[in-house]
């Protein structure tokens, strides 16, 4: 009697723990590829929150600045690949868009109040979807620019920005700040020039044609590389920091904006969160550069942070990633965390934001100036494209010579119908 006892005991314990392994298994997990260095104190904070009220495990990983690709494609070679990851463009599509989930008429996509910032491939499936809307152009203390003896009113297109920058430079030992804070040319900054300035060229071509890109053009015009030196030379010329010394990076432009060493910081809306403690009234003004009728230019507008679902893990990983980015954008705690470090949310269920940059962009807007559109998403395999660009503006950057800067045009226009070519065969 009692080794039957025992038996059934035995049993009963085997049933439990299956009935709890299933559980568990049912449950899923999420892995979350983050793309955005400056996210991750905050997604792991998130990861956490979401944990401790629901149990089931959250991991976050954050790609190094200039590495997500790199990073991506090693991460999905292994047997507990992301559940999560970020496809933000449409070569990111071409990639990657056969391992995302269809997220059409999901409970995610359920919650957005715009189809605008969402990557479609080309049998219409919806791989991707916008968490974010953000701008970019430069950074400006106000304070600093009184403290010279201007005002913002001078700063209305390139002619003006250039007086003021050039001034400050010039008197920078008086007046104990520079224009520019620096520029550097390693991974953690250069996206700032070869992805966000070369943007300038992109939109003004698109303008120049009549009509906004909806796919990457096999070929550039190059039309508007003066325009893009104007404001590269203006920025490594006025600055804390020699162009000479931008190879190899090690400057901290943040803090050097933060600490009123510099007046002007070529960043994005994602900096408000960052830099509004220390400089509270700062602005964001458009990328003046001396086109004709910039005067009416506006912030460089759209996004490149758009989440995917793995489509290749397991359906509880799955559910259990799509609960979790519901989470992020209706929860009122999660979703003001989100909203305080990525700016607006283009969510229903997410809260207002307060992020002044995003702000000035609403302003230009109404004010009938014309939205810089990130044209740059376009650019053809991308890593390959940016690098041949660091290299050849790392040259420039040693001896601004003609020649050198011949090598950058090269690297800029040649380049994009090389890597064109090289993506689309």
């Known amino acids: 009697m009692k080794k039957i006892l025992a038996l059934v005991l035995t049993l009963c314990m085997v049933f439990a723990l299956c009935s709890a392994s299933a559980s568990a298994a049912a449950k899923g997990s999420v892995y979350w590829l983050n793309f955005k260095p400056e996210l991750d104190e905050a997604a792991q904070q998130l990861a956490k929150m979401y944990t401790e009220k629901t149990g089931v495990e959250v991991k976050v990983v954050t790609a190094a600045s200039g590495t997500y690709s790199q990073t991506l494609t090693s991460e999905m070679d292994k047997s507990s690949a992301p559940t999560l990851f970020i496809i933000g463009n449409q070569a990111g599509v071409k990639d990657w868009g056969e391992f995302a989930m269809d997220l059409t008429d999901t409970p995610i996509a359920n919650e957005l109040t715009t189809d605008a910032y969402n990557l479609y491939d080309e049998d219409g499936r919806l791989v991707s979807i916008g968490y974010c809307y953000e701008c970019y152009g430069i950074i400006v203390n106000p304070d ?19 007086a003021v920058a050039e001034d400050i430079h010039a008197r920078a030992a008086e007046l104990g700040f520079d224009a520019f804070s620096s520029s550097d040319m390693d991974g953690s900054s250069s996206w700032r020039f070869t992805g966000h300035m070369a943007n300038l060229e992109y939109v003004y071509e698109e303008r120049a044609a009549g009509a906004v890109w909806t796919e990457c053009p096999p070929a550039l015009t190059g ?203």
């Open 144 to 162: 600093l620019i009184e403290k010279a003896g201007h005002s913002m009113d001078e700063i209305k297109n390139f002619e003006g920005l250039k």
């Open 223 to 425: 039309e508007f590389m003066g325009n893009f030196k104007n404001l590269y030379d203006l920025c490594i010329n006025n600055s804390l920091t020699a162009p000479t010394d931008l190879a190899t990076g090690g400057h901290d432009a943040e803090n050097e904006f933060k600490t009123g060493k510099a007046a002007f910081f070529v960043n994005g809306s994602w900096e408000y969160a960052a830099v509004s403690g220390d400089v509270p009234n700062a602005v964001m003004i458009p990328y003046y550069c001396g086109v004709e009728g910039e005067e009416k230019a506006g912030l460089n507008c759209g996004t490149e942070n758009c989440w995917a679902i793995n489509d290749t893990v397991s359906d509880a990983d799955k559910e259990a990633t799509m609960d979790f980015m519901v989470w992020l954008v209706s929860d009122p705690e999660a979703a003001g965390l989100m909203v305080e470090q990525l700016g607006v949310l283009p969510y229903k269920n997410a809260p207002a934001s307060a992020n002044g940059f995003l702000k000035n962009a609403e302003e230009y807007t109404a004010a009938g100036c014309y939205v810089m559109d990130w044209a740059t998403n376009y650019q053809p395999n991308v890593d390959d494209y940016r690098a041949a660009l660091v290299s050849a503006l790392n040259q420039y950057n040693a001896d601004q010579s003609d020649a050198n800067w011949e090598l950058v045009k090269t690297a800029f226009v040649d380049g994009w119908a090389v890597q064109y070519a090289a993506a689309n065969g």
